[in-house]
Structure formats: structure tokens, C-alpha cells
């Protein structure tokens, strides 16, 4: 088509194209210009600092003065870190547990939101409320609930006889551990819900309608008609809320900041504290690379399952 | 994959799921206890510390620390003292305002991106446009919190420390992968046709884009602007170690950096802080539900 286009202003004699007119509606050097605004923010603000910061790894770079390369020294220093290895066991059991009981109580609530009630749409707008809110504004108010004196959730277990003492949420190493779980937990339920409910729309009631006819249990209808269909798109919620929780930084931050005594540190914040506050970016560089192996598996997974779902849908076409 | 799934999900989140399916079958006694009971439990879990929030934002102080006197759980003579004093003796609007500024300007940088970007791998089909789309898919995997020491320093070689404007240049990359993904879909659902008969009439590939392209994706346009949109606002790890002067800082790092001074009396102002830092994003919402919960879903179900 784009040579219909050329020829069309050349009047009566139907010439060759010049090479500049080809030139101009060649479309790989159409498609390079429109690319261009993305591709530069994306190779110098995320491709080139992923590079740089793997490459300050392997450097003693700090705040003020560019480092030398030192091979793999920071690498032997942290594997000689207990503090960074409680951090690694800090960031898989903040990881497995929040997105295990995320997964759980998410696709639970996806259920009860696809059945029919009225104010449909409203409940299900107002589910999604906590994703809205900036994290650290919410991690904030958890803050306030989880206080040493005033929270209201030992007030309440006060009143109702279960506890004597307030409980010191965030002062207590388990408390603080299952307090900043508790709140991803919160913030991270809605996400999961919504997007598998997308997923529960797309399969057709009437399969529900056949199972019913031929005598199968609820459960028997979740198990073989629900589960295998949405199997795909789980893979990849759960792979996406994976990363996010591994990567978290913003609701410990707000929240206890690392402690206490390094309790709730996860990668990211000890990768903060090391790299910013002390100054020490080489050391920073190289607990945010450790994190990257991570990364790559849950990638990895999320790849399979798009694959899946490709042929899954292939399938049925 | 992508216009499929776009097609089929688009009616149904609009709530046109209005059959009725099977549900005549359950009586209401097992209803309430199957279905009502637990969604209710579990919506005010999820809204309870919004309760808290505004609540505590319009308590007096006395009434905050007295938990004996007064019943926590409600509020009586509420004042305005702790939004006005946050409105009127700290720089909060000047937060705000970077706020918006920052999150304006790094969506609107990245729709721009994305658009010409997704518009040339669906439909100008160049060599690689496959590999392209597959490399900005993993560009949104990439998480801030790895990129945010060596971003330090690139910034900081680029003179712009503790100025929003870094913000401004940084945040795309959290943004066009997404949005860039968002529109391809939406892209791939325009007839070819149409771009075929501009092309005989005459038209450039830009002016196909701006005047046939465009106008036919305002949906997916404005999806993506509201949840880049939210994602500006939200993000934090860039901001808190970018942004260094007190003035300079958007709200979520000011509120975290600015108001904790020990005070036991903090709490008053600190959530009037997160509950006005929240209003303008639940608003914007409100406003746009299916907007942002397509593009939610359709960027995870590409």
C-alpha cells in the first residue's frame, strides 16, 4: 500500500520513487521514529541503570567518589552477612506467606464477587479502593492501628477479654513480622480478586448449567470446570503479585523501617539503608543484583504460563 | 491473544453480567451465610483503616489519646483543626502540587511514547516488531527497587538531584511498558480498512494515527492515563531518593519524612495528610471504575 501512496503525487508519468520518498515510507524507518520516544526512555532510565547497576556491584562505589573495580568483594562480604542472609529469609517469608494468603483469600472473594447480588457493580468498585490508595498512605494508617498505646486493635481484644496488655505490634520481632504481612496481605487481596474475576467472567455459565444437570458438587464444579480454565491467568496474577511482594520497599518503609532488630529488613530496604543512607552504593548495587536471580525465576513462570494460555486459547479457537 | 481477550472482557466488566444464572436455586438463609455474610466481613476488613483514617483525621486530640472516656470507634465534636493546620501551616499544598505536577507530566510523556510506539509494533509491523513487543513486556517486570542506586547516579550525572523534573523523567519507565501493552490491544481491535482507505486517500502514517487511530482508542487512552495516572502518585522508592529538600518532596515521602517528630499528638495531622493525599486518586476513580479496572485486567491478561 505504501507504494500506491508514492506514485500517487508523481502526476501523469508513473515514475520510480526517489530514494528519499522510499526512504520516507519505508516502514522499518517509519516504525524507528515512532519507536524513538520510548525507546530512549527506556534504554537510558531502565536498560542502561539495570547495566550500571550490576556493573556497581562489582565496584566500591560510594556517595561523593566513583569506586574502582573490586571483583566480586562485595559478594564475599555479604555472603559473610548475617544480616543480609536474615533479609533474604525475611524477603521469602514476607513473599510466600503474603502471596499464598493473598492467592487464597483473592480468588475466594473473586468467587462470592461473580455471583449474582444486587449493587453488583458498586461492591466490586469499592473492593478495589485499597489498591487506589498510595501504599505509603495506607501503610500510614496501619501504623496508627498497629501503635503501642493506642491501637485500637488491642483496645477492642482488651475490651472483649481475649488479651490483658496492649500488644506491641510493631516493637515485637513475630508481631512485626506478621503485622507488615498483615498489611500487604490488605492492600494486595483487591488486585488479585479483581483481575480473577475478569478471568471468572470469561467462562461460560452454561458449562455450569451441564456440570449441575449431571450431578456434580460445588466443589466439583470449581475443581474441573473453574480451576483448569483459569489456571492461566492465576500463572501470571500470582506471578506479577510475587514480584511486587519481593520487591517490596514502600510499606516497610513507612511502617517499621527494617526493624525492629532487622526483623521485618527485606532486600530492597536493606539495599536502601546500605546503598543510600550509608552511603554505600557498590554494597547497595550488589544486594539489589542478588535480587535479580529471583526476579528471573518468577519471570520464568510467568512465561510458561503465557505460553499456556497461547495454546490453551489456540486451542479453543 | 490481546484483542480477544480485550473483546470478550470489555462487555462484561461494563456489569451487563446481569443473567441471574443459577442463583434462583439457593434459598436465602444459605445465601446470607455463604455469600453475604463473608463479603461483608471481608468489606469491612478492607475499609476499616479508611474508617480510621478519616475518623481519626477529624478527632479532637484529647479524644484521640482517652480511649477509656470517650468511645474510640466514634467521634464526638469533630474539628477541622487537624486538616487546617496541615492545609495552612505546613508546605503540604506545595506537596500536592509536586505531586500532581510530577504525575501530570510523567503520563502525559508516556502516553505520548506509547502510543506511537504501540501504533508502530501492531501496525507498522517493522522487522523485530515481535521481539520489541516481547523486550518492553520484560521492561515492565523490572521492579524500581533494583534500578533505584544506579538511577541515583545517572541523575545525579544528569544535574538533576532533588528536582521533581527527575520524577518526571524517570517514571515513564515504570509507564510505557504498560500503557504501551494496554494499547496495543486496543490497536489490534481497529479495522485494518480504515487505515487502508486513508492510505489510498492519501494520508500519512501520522495523520492515519492522529485522525483514524487515535479518536478510535479514547477508551484505552484514558484507561491507561488513570492507572498510570494512580502509579505515579503511589510510587515512592524513586521519590524518597531523589527528592531531598523539604519543599521539593510529594506527598508520600513527605509524610513519611516530614511528620513524625515524636509527638503523640502526630496522628491528628498525619491522617488528615494520608486522607487528603488519598481523596483526589479515590475521586479520579470513582469517576472512571471501568476505566481503571480494564486497564487493571487487561494489562495482566495480555
Known amino acids: 500500500m505504501s507504494t500506491i501512496q508514492t506514485s500517487l503525487p508523481r502526476g501523469a508519468a508513473i515514475s520510480e520513487p526517489s530514494a528519499w520518498v522510499r526512504i520516507k515510507t519505508n516502514r522499518n524507518v517509519i516504525a524507528l521514529w515512532f519507536m524513538l520516544p520510548a525507546a530512549a526512555f527506556l534504554i537510558l532510565f531502565l536498560a542502561y541503570p539495570l547495566g550500571l547497576g550490576v556493573w556497581m556491584s562489582f565496584t566500591d562505589e560510594k556517595i561523593g567518589r566513583t569506586g574502582v573495580f573490586v571483583g566480586v568483594e562485595n559478594y564475599e562480604w555479604l555472603w559473610d552477612d548475617t544480616i543480609f542472609w536474615l533479609s533474604v529469609f525475611n524477603t521469602l517469608l514476607y513473599t510466600i506467606v503474603a502471596s499464598a494468603i493473598k492467592f487464597a483469600i483473592g480468588l475466594y472473594l473473586a468467587l462470592l464477587l461473580n455471583r449474582h447480588m444486587p449493587f453488583k457493580a458498586m461492591i466490586r468498585a469499592i473492593v478495589l479502593i485499597p489498591f487506589i490508595v498510595p501504599t505509603v498512605l495506607s501503610a500510614i494508617a496501619f501504623w496508627w492501628i498497629y501503635d503501642s498505646q493506642f491501637s485500637i486493635i488491642s483496645w477492642s481484644l482488651i475490651k472483649l477479654g481475649i488479651i490483658t496488655q496492649n500488644i506491641n505490634f510493631l516493637g515485637d520481632t513475630s508481631w512485626a513480622r506478621a503485622s507488615v504481612i498483615i498489611a500487604n496481605i490488605w492492600r494486595g487481596v483487591p488486585f488479585v480478586a479483581i483481575t480473577l474475576l475478569a478471568g471468572l467472567q470469561t467462562v461460560s455459565p452454561s458449562l455450569y448449567e451441564a456440570a449441575t444437570l449431571d450431578g456434580a458438587t460445588s466443589w466439583q464444579r470449581f475443581r474441573y470446570i473453574t480451576y483448569p480454565l483459569l489456571t492461566p491467568i492465576i500463572a501470571v496474577v500470582m506471578t506479577f503479585s510475587v514480584l511486587f511482594t519481593f520487591t517490596d520497599f514502600q510499606l516497610i518503609w513507612a511502617l517499621t523501617r527494617g526493624g525492629p532488630v532487622n526483623a521485618t529488613h527485606l532486600m530492597a530496604t536493606l539495599s536502601y539503608q546500605r546503598g543510600i543512607i550509608s552511603g554505600r552504593l557498590g554494597e547497595g548495587a550488589a544486594i539489589a543484583t542478588a535480587m535479580i536471580p529471583f526476579l528471573a525465576a518468577a519471570i520464568a513462570i510467568s512465561w510458561f504460563g503465557m505460553q499456556r494460555r497461547k495454546w490453551q486459547q489456540g486451542s479453543d479457537q | ?302
Open chain 2, 1 to 302: 491473544m490481546t484483542d480477544t481477550t480485550l473483546q470478550a472482557k470489555a462487555p462484561t466488566t461494563a456489569g451487563s453480567d446481569e443473567s441471574e444464572g443459577m442463583s434462583y436455586l439457593e434459598s436465602l438463609p444459605r445465601r446470607l451465610i455463604t455469600l453475604y455474610l463473608p463479603l461483608f466481613i471481608i468489606l469491612v476488613v478492607l475499609l476499616f483503616p479508611f474508617y480510621w483514617m478519616g475518623l481519626t483525621s477529624i478527632k479532637p486530640d484529647e479524644q484521640l489519646i482517652d480511649m477509656e472516656k470517650y468511645n474510640p470507634f466514634w467521634v464526638v465534636h469533630p474539628t477541622f483543626k487537624h486538616i487546617s493546620k496541615l492545609l495552612f501551616e505546613t508546605q503540604y499544598p506545595r506537596w500536592l502540587w509536586n505531586t500532581m505536577y510530577v504525575a501530570v507530566g510523567a503520563t502525559t510523556l508516556s502516553i505520548f511514547a506509547s502510543v506511537l510506539a504501540a501504533y508502530a509494533i501492531v501496525r507498522l509491523r517493522f522487522k523485530g516488531a515481535d521481539t520489541v513487543g516481547v523486550l518492553i513486556f520484560f521492561a515492565y517486570l523490572v521492579p524500581p527497587s533494583i534500578l533505584f542506586i544506579p538511577l541515583a547516579s545517572v541523575i545525579q550525572a544528569y544535574g538533576l538531584f532533588d528536582s521533581p523534573l527527575s520524577l518526571i523523567l524517570v517514571y515513564p519507565t515504570l509507564l510505557i511498558p504498560f500503557s504501551t501493552w494496554l494499547l496495543m490491544g486496543y490497536f489490534k481491535t481497529i479495522p485494518f480498512e480504515l487505515e487502508e482507505c486513508a492510505l489510498i486517500d492519501g494520508a500519512s502514517r501520522w495523520q492515519i494515527l492522529v485522525k483514524i487511530v487515535v479518536p478510535l482508542a479514547v477508551p484505552g487512552l484514558i484507561s491507561a492515563f488513570i492507572f498510570s495516572f494512580t502509579l505515579c502518585w503511589n510510587e515512592f522508592i524513586y521519590a524518597l531518593t531523589f527528592l531531598q529538600s523539604t519543599p521539593n518532596k510529594t506527598v508520600p515521602v513527605a509524610i513519611v519524612n516530614e511528620f513524625v517528630d515524636g509527638d503523640i499528638y502526630k496522628w491528628g495531622s498525619l491522617m488528615a495528610g494520608a486522607l487528603v493525599g488519598s481523596l483526589p486518586l479515590v475521586i479520579l476513580y470513582a469517576f472512571f471504575v471501568e476505566h481503571y479496572v480494564s486497564a487493571m485486567t487487561g494489562a495482566v491478561k495480555e
